[in-house]
């Protein structure tokens, strides 16, 4: 069990969500068994199930279904990572190998593929109309950013504004899908499904940025995943933009060349320009207003344990160091 108050809050209902997530990965085909039990079984942080079941008993809404739709949430989170790894043709996830690297791109696809189907099969189970509508539409969404972000690899004229628009679909939106799906499911009030949705956008946003930030503060064995992987795929991430576009000529040669090229070989010095320029402060500052907005948004929720722990959460995202 993780460490942080936030998660001891639902310590009963998390278990029951890996009770669930470990049956529903059941199939008659092995290897789907095997790589869903591995990729499951990483360790990661679980945040979207946890906001479902925080948001959900803020409101006063626990049990069976809200469990439910925890898992499904990270059964379509965990089916996106099996398939960005293989876009990214990434090796390391969580400290650890990726199902590509193990078992090669075409098996981790298809599982990725029988992941988002057994996870719209507990929707039905579910039997909530609205719930599905959010969830469906977040998918497509999800989709939808992947594929721009991708359009975008090496391209060194991408603005800070297609950035955030990019981050908003492929990562805020599954933060988003998870509040307001739990809102929708505890039968809250109008206010309130729009405040828990915006909180779960502004915290995904958050959360992003500080994920873009550590790839130049952190180092693999803390993160999980190898420093610098955005820069080697090209992916133009915000310190990388801000510095194009407020630092030295030197500077931004230096960075618009490493995202043209792609690769590690200039990570030093793309380091140093990144954190010359103040694109570090800039992308923290950015973070801690986004948390601030999402914490701002709980307002309308009961004050309880849980919404404590929400806001709680908010602060993690932004403090820490992995």
Not at 280 to 307: F, H, K, M, Q, S
Request: with cysteine; glycine share 8%; charged share 25%.
């Amino acid at each position: 069990m993780q460490p942080q108050p936030f998660y001891q809050v639902v310590a009963d209902d998390f278990a029951a969500v890996d009770g669930i997530i470990r049956k529903q990965l059941t199939s008659r085909v092995p290897l789907v068994e095997k790589i869903g039990d591995y990729i499951t079984s990483a360790g990661g942080k679980r945040l979207r199930p946890l906001l479902v079941l925080l948001s959900g008993s803020a409101l006063g809404h626990q049990g069976d279904q809200l469990r439910l739709l925890a898992a499904i949430i990270e059964f379509l989170h965990t089916s996106t990572l099996l398939h960005d790894d293989v876009v990214d043709m990434s090796g390391m996830r969580r400290g650890r190998s990726t199902a590509n690297a193990l078992w090669g791109n075409a098996p981790s696809v298809l599982v990725g593929d029988f992941l988002y189907a057994r996870s719209f099969e507990m929707m039905v189970e579910l039997d909530s109309m609205p719930v599905m509508r959010i969830i469906s539409q977040a998918t497509r969404v999800i989709a939808e950013g992947e594929v721009l972000q991708l359009s975008k690899v090496r391209d060194a004229s991408t603005t800070e504004e297609i950035y955030m628009e990019v981050i908003r679909a492929k990562t805020a939106m599954l933060f988003e899908a998870s509040t307001h799906s739990a809102a929708t499911l505890a039968g809250a009030s109008e206010a309130q499904r729009e405040a828990l949705r915006a909180f779960g956008d502004y915290l995904g946003i958050a959360f992003q940025l500080v994920d873009d930030l550590l790839d130049y503060q952190g180092d693999a064995e803390t993160l999980g995943k190898n420093v610098g992987d955005d820069l080697a795929e090209g992916k133009p991430t915000l310190p990388l933009i801000y510095t194009m576009r407020e630092g030295t000529a030197e500077q931004a040669a230096l960075v618009r060349k490493a995202i043209q090229k792609g690769g590690l070989e200039d990570l030093e010095s793309i380091r140093a320009a990144v954190e010359a320029s103040g694109a570090l402060d800039y992308t923290a500052r950015l973070a801690r207003d986004y948390a601030e907005r999402a914490i701002a948004c709980l307002e309308v929720v009961p004050a309880n344990r849980y919404r404590d722990a929400l806001a709680e959460l908010c602060r993690f995202a932004v403090a820490r160091t992995h």
